[in-house]
């Protein structure tokens, strides 16, 4: 039988790789099961040694963790769907993953791994007026290329990122392996009910990346120190009546809405805070209260981040 994935990953965007392998190894021994790794990171080497450390010091077995790696928008095509997969898992120095995913319904110009990785979205970032170049690959064919793949064995699961309420339909109509995993933006600012119970519908489990809201924006210049969910008089509240953090109860809110929650932390300190959010529940009325914090606020949008970063106006929400 499969195992399941455990509901507090870790999250390992924007971890610097010369931070890596001691985090990962850290997380570990805090008792992370669950990591949620991506080419397009840039840090699957360094993630691969910690595991591999903690391994080796017998903290964890392979088949107690956990491991989600995606496919990357340059390799959408099918014939580079394989190579991708394996890249990943050669950098992580394992034989199989748990779950990978598409990590953007977006298919760019294929960049060879030998010539740059990650590849990123930029087709030539040398050029003089470097650009985005969208590749004719329809998702349907991807998918198909990652249903291969759990054949052959090296993933045990597949999934999608980032997809909205029409592209699951679709996907649904033409999968031969249903996506397990559906992995999204969401906290107390954007809910998305209608996805996530769609997802439920169709049997699809949800990942809630960001579940912190804006904390990881912050010092990209994608949101303000003012944008935070933990200060929200309701979320304080029920870290009060609770004694608990607000960041616990923003995460707790995510799990006992039946998805799982992704944060992440270099400070040691905190990355044991946000995995003890089990042992408590919310009431209905809290959890009620932080549902009626949605505003709908996206911080991580195509739409807006590649116009402002690469000139491309490319939305995938409508
Ligand atoms: P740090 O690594 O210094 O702890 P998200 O997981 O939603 O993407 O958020 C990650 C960001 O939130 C990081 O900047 C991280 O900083 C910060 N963070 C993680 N956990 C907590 C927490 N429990 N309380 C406050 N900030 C946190």
């Not at 985090?23 to 021994?29: D, F, G, N, Q």
């Not at 595991?51 to 990357?72: C, D, F, H, N, V």
């Not at 579940?211 to 969910?229: F, H, R």
């Not at 044991?272 to 009620?288: C, H, I, K, P, Q």
């Given at each position: 039988?499969?195992?399941?994935?455990?509901?507090?990953?870790?999250?390992?965007?924007?971890?610097?790789?010369?931070?890596?392998?001691?985090?990962?190894?850290?997380?570990?021994?805090?008792?992370?099961?669950?990591f949620?790794s991506?080419?397009?990171?840039?840090?699957e080497?360094?993630?691969?040694?910690?595991?591999?450390?903690?391994?080796?010091?017998?903290?964890?077995?392979?088949?107690?963790l956990w491991i989600t790696s995606k496919l990357?928008?340059?390799?959408?095509?099918?014939?580079?769907?394989?190579?991708?997969c394996q890249?990943s898992l050669?950098?992580l120095?394992l034989d199989y993953l748990d779950l990978f995913m598409?990590?953007?319904?977006?298919?760019?110009?294929?960049?060879?791994?030998?010539?740059?990785?990650?590849?990123?979205?930029?087709?030539?970032?040398?050029?003089?007026?470097?650009?985005?170049?969208?590749?004719?690959?329809?998702?349907?064919?991807?998918?198909?290329?990652?249903?291969?793949l759990v054949?052959?064995g090296q993933v045990r699961r597949i999934g999608?990122?980032?997809?909205?309420?029409?592209?699951?339909?679709?996907?649904?109509?033409?999968?031969?392996?249903?996506?397990?995993?559906?992995?999204?933006?969401?906290?107390?600012?954007?809910?998305?009910?209608?996805?996530?119970?769609?997802?439920?519908?169709?049997?699809?489990?949800?990942?809630?990346?960001?579940?912190?809201?804006?904390?990881?924006?912050?010092?990209?210049?994608?949101?303000?120190?003012?944008?935070?969910?933990?200060?929200?008089?309701?979320?304080?509240?029920?870290?009060?009546?609770?004694?608990?953090?607000?960041?616990?109860?923003?995460?707790?809110?995510?799990?006992?809405?039946?998805?799982?929650?992704?944060?992440?932390?270099?400070?040691?300190?905190?990355?044991?805070?946000?995995?003890?959010?089990?042992?408590?529940?919310?009431?209905?009325?809290?959890?009620?209260?932080?549902?009626?914090?949605?505003?709908?606020?996206?911080?991580?949008?195509?739409?807006?981040?590649?116009?402002?970063?690469?000139?491309?106006?490319?939305?995938?929400?409508?």
């Amino acid at each position: 039988m499969l195992k399941d994935m455990p509901p507090i990953g870790f999250g390992l965007w924007k971890i610097a790789p010369e931070d890596c392998e001691a985090t990962v190894l850290e997380a570990i021994r805090a008792g992370y099961r669950h990591f949620d790794s991506a080419a397009d990171y840039g840090n699957e080497v360094e993630v691969g040694r910690g595991i591999a450390a903690a391994i080796a010091q017998g903290l964890a077995t392979r088949e107690e963790l956990w491991i989600t790696s995606k496919l990357w928008n340059t390799f959408h095509a099918p014939e580079h769907v394989a190579l991708a997969c394996q890249k990943s898992l050669d950098d992580l120095g394992l034989d199989y993953l748990d779950l990978f995913m598409i990590h953007f319904p977006i298919a760019l110009e294929y960049v060879p791994i030998e010539e740059r990785y990650p590849p990123e979205w930029l087709h030539d970032p040398a050029a003089a007026e470097p650009v985005m170049k969208p590749a004719r690959v329809p998702l349907h064919e991807t998918w198909g290329a990652m249903e291969k793949l759990v054949d052959g064995g090296q993933v045990r699961r597949i999934g999608v990122c980032n997809y909205n309420t029409a592209l699951i339909h679709d996907l649904m109509r033409y999968c031969r392996i249903a996506p397990a995993e559906l992995q999204v933006e969401s906290h107390p600012y954007l809910v998305q009910p209608g996805l996530m119970r769609l997802a439920r519908d169709y049997g699809i489990h949800v990942t809630a990346f960001s579940p912190l809201g804006s904390l990881s924006y912050v010092e990209i210049g994608m949101a303000g120190s003012g944008d935070t969910v933990l200060t929200e008089p309701v979320v304080v509240a029920a870290a009060n009546a609770h004694a608990k953090t607000p960041a616990q109860i923003v995460l707790r809110w995510g799990i006992q809405r039946g998805n799982a929650v992704i944060p992440k932390s270099t400070n040691p300190g905190r990355m044991r805070e946000n995995l003890a959010v089990t042992g408590f529940s919310l009431s209905d009325a809290e959890m009620a209260a932080i549902d009626a914090l949605d505003q709908g606020r996206r911080f991580n949008d195509p739409g807006v981040f590649c116009e402002g970063a690469f000139g491309t106006f490319h939305p995938i929400y409508d």
